[in-house]
């Protein structure tokens, strides 16, 4: 803590996930921190309205978390681990693939319970306050001046802050005055897919109607469901697909028949009923994703989070990532001695790469669910990719391993990962060579190699295809 700093004010826009974290690291730097929030206090709120019930926390997050203490009362007490992705095949049978030989595993954690946790842990500090329904209208970076409109009466109020920091996601509003400067370079995506949350109750006992300790994945190449695990036995379940196809069921009847043909195990634990209901309450929602750079203009103003780097939600890491934002960005305000004039450009230039690689990594991701499943290439290659790090545990790490379990760097994950690949790629074609010529030769001597020459092949579809539902996801969550 630096005393120094409580001349400093502070203004963080956004009390999501990112902005109260980053409200509260401040605060034990000894800022003067304002954290102003669109919404009304969600700890007020009987629903809070928004997107993606529960989502999956790991290494990134929980780092973050430990940094102001609320590690435990979140993870210990509230979360829910999932040691394996239970994959459901379209016959309905089932298996599971673990994340971790280790046994790491990740975590299913509320969105409200944890962004209610952070903004009452940021309201126990003195030097916090929080100003609800306040909704960043206008800002004026050169003379560092925010203009706030309340919700519901309209009324404005002009505020001004030493810094201002945007964590006011995606569609960030500071991040749109930002880019009126010049010198911001700014890109958005959005993707053919939709998602839409739905639900499976507990069952008639009050218990999981699935093995909980997993996270479901139902894979059908351009179309995935997942659940993740809910604190009152119930599951949300997110199923994306492209939105022509959210367009083409428009009947309970095409619904009921859509899911007897994907999801057919789902059908009862949803509840046919309910099922229809919610289906037809909700539509399709968007996912988008967008990089910036830099993340800041001159030492008054920064984006932390989705306002930053949003991301396609593939890899399970937007606010994994958002949260190791604030944890790269307190690192750098004791390294250069809270100059902010120096602390604001460091953390664009450390962070700016790291945060496109992993806005990269989700995207192929989604790419990779929809395209490569059929690739037999891509299953061998992945298969000698869990297989080499059986045989060297410590130097050869798959992708998802280090992304999740670790914190690496993410965009020394995709060069190492460059560097695996190049390996597998000639590992492959020699394991494959060696199998056709050593076979080649060996049924020569002993009778027929078109025989044989029949029978490999069979054998690398049949082993092709019955791997498909275990590998395809392999790196997915
Ligand atoms: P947000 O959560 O969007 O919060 C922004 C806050 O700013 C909100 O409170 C909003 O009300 C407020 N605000 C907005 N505009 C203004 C304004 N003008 N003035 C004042 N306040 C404003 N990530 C994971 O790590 N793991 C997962 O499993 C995962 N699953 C996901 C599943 C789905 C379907 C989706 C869509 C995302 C998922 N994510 C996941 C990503 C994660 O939700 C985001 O990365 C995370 O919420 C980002 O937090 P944030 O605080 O930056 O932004």
């Given at each position: 803590k630096?005393?120094?700093?409580?001349?400093?004010?502070?203004?963080?826009?956004?009390?999501g996930?990112?902005?109260?974290?980053?409200a509260?690291?401040?605060a034990?730097r000894?800022?003067?921190v304002?954290?102003?929030?669109?919404r009304?206090?969600i700890?007020t709120?009987?629903?809070?309205p928004?997107?993606?019930?529960?989502?999956?926390?790991?290494?990134?997050?929980?780092?973050?978390?430990?940094?102001?203490?609320v590690?435990?009362?979140?993870?210990?007490?509230?979360?829910?681990?999932?040691?394996?992705?239970?994959i459901?095949?379209p016959?309905?049978s089932t298996?599971?693939?673990p994340?971790?030989?280790?046994?790491q595993?990740?975590?299913?954690v509320?969105?409200?319970f944890v962004?209610?946790?952070?903004l009452?842990?940021?309201?126990?500090?003195p030097n916090?306050?929080?100003?609800f329904?306040?909704?960043?209208?206008?800002?004026?970076?050169?003379?560092?001046?925010?203009?706030?409109?309340?919700?519901?009466?309209?009324?404005?109020?002009?505020?001004?802050?030493?810094?201002?920091?945007?964590?006011?996601?995606?569609?960030?509003?500071?991040?749109?005055?930002?880019?009126?400067r010049?010198?911001?370079?700014y890109?958005q995506?959005?993707?053919?897919?939709?998602?839409m949350?739905?639900?499976?109750?507990?069952?008639?006992?009050?218990?999981?109607?699935?093995p909980?300790?997993?996270?479901?994945?139902?894979?059908?190449?351009?179309?995935?469901m997942?659940?993740?695990?809910?604190?009152?036995k119930?599951?949300t379940?997110?199923?994306f697909?492209?939105?022509?196809?959210?367009?083409s069921?428009t009947?309970?009847?095409?619904?009921?028949?859509?899911?007897?043909?994907?999801y057919?195990?789902?059908?009862?634990?949803?509840?046919?009923?309910?099922?229809?209901?919610?289906?037809?309450?909700?539509?399709?929602?968007?996912m988008?994703?967008?990089?910036?750079?830099p993340?800041?203009?001159?030492?008054?103003?920064?984006?932390?989070?989705?306002?930053?780097?949003?991301?396609?939600?593939?890899?399970?890491?937007g606010?994994?990532?958002?949260?190791?934002?604030?944890?790269?960005?307190?690192?750098?305000?004791?390294?250069?001695?809270?100059?902010?004039?120096?602390?604001?450009?460091?953390?664009?230039?450390?962070?700016?790469?790291?945060?496109?690689?992993?806005?990269?990594?989700?995207?192929?991701?989604?790419v990779?669910?929809?395209?490569?499943?059929?690739?037999?290439?891509?299953?061998?290659?992945?298969k000698?990719?869990?297989?080499?790090?059986?045989?060297?545990?410590?130097?050869?790490?798959?992708?998802y391993?280090?992304?999740?379990?670790?914190?690496?760097?993410?965009?020394?994950?995709?060069?190492?990962k460059?560097?695996?690949?190049?390996?597998?790629?000639?590992?492959?074609?020699?394991?494959?060579?060696t199998?056709?010529?050593?076979?080649?030769?060996l049924?020569?001597r002993?009778?027929?190699?078109?025989?044989?020459?029949?029978?490999?092949f069979?054998?690398?579809?049949?082993?092709?295809?019955?791997?498909?539902?275990y590998?395809?996801?392999?790196?997915?969550?």
């Amino acid at each position: 803590k630096s005393n120094k700093n409580s001349d400093t004010q502070v203004a963080v826009v956004g009390a999501g996930l990112v902005g109260s974290l980053e409200a509260c690291m401040l605060a034990q730097r000894g800022y003067d921190v304002h954290l102003y929030e669109y919404r009304e206090d969600i700890r007020t709120l009987e629903h809070v309205p928004g997107r993606s019930i529960n989502l999956a926390m790991s290494v990134r997050g929980r780092t973050a978390l430990r940094h102001i203490g609320v590690e435990d009362s979140i993870i210990a007490h509230h979360a829910i681990p999932m040691r394996a992705r239970m994959i459901h095949r379209p016959d309905g049978s089932t298996a599971a693939i673990p994340y971790n030989k280790d046994g790491q595993c990740i975590y299913s954690v509320g969105r409200r319970f944890v962004n209610e946790v952070l903004l009452t842990k940021a309201e126990s500090f003195p030097n916090v306050t929080c100003h609800f329904q306040h909704r960043l209208t206008a800002m004026d970076i050169t003379t560092r001046t925010m203009t706030f409109t309340n919700p519901t009466t309209e009324e404005t109020n002009t505020r001004t802050a030493d810094l201002i920091i945007g964590c006011d996601g995606a569609f960030s509003a500071v991040r749109k005055e930002m880019l009126k400067r010049a010198n911001l370079n700014y890109s958005q995506n959005y993707i053919p897919h939709g998602y839409m949350e739905l639900c499976i109750p507990a069952d008639k006992h009050g218990e999981f109607a699935m093995p909980p300790n997993y996270l479901h994945i139902w894979p059908r190449g351009e179309y995935m469901m997942i659940a993740l695990p809910n604190q009152d036995k119930s599951w949300t379940v997110t199923l994306f697909m492209p939105f022509n196809i959210f367009e083409s069921l428009t009947s309970p009847q095409i619904l009921m028949n859509f899911f007897q043909q994907n999801y057919p195990d789902a059908i009862p634990l949803i509840g046919e009923e309910k099922l229809v209901k919610d289906f037809f309450a909700n539509k399709g929602l968007p996912m988008i994703s967008v990089k910036c750079s830099p993340y800041h203009v001159g030492s008054s103003c920064l984006l932390l989070g989705d306002a930053a780097h949003a991301m396609v939600p593939f890899y399970g890491q937007g606010m994994n990532c958002g949260m190791e934002d604030c944890l790269v960005f307190d690192e750098l305000l004791t390294k250069l001695d809270y100059d902010l004039s120096l602390v604001l450009p460091a953390y664009s230039a450390k962070r700016n790469p790291d945060a496109e690689a992993i806005v990269d990594l989700a995207m192929y991701n989604y790419v990779e669910m929809r395209d490569m499943v059929n690739s037999r290439w891509f299953l061998l290659r992945k298969k000698l990719d869990n297989f080499l790090n059986l045989i060297f545990p410590r130097s050869w790490v798959p992708l998802y391993t280090m992304v999740t379990f670790s914190r690496e760097p993410y965009h020394m994950c995709i060069k190492k990962k460059q560097r695996q690949d190049k390996v597998l790629h000639c590992t492959s074609l020699a394991v494959l060579g060696t199998a056709v010529v050593g076979g080649v030769v060996l049924t020569w001597r002993s009778g027929s190699a078109s025989d044989w020459l029949h029978k490999t092949f069979n054998f690398v579809v049949t082993a092709g295809r019955s791997a498909v539902p275990y590998l395809d996801h392999v790196t997915l969550y």
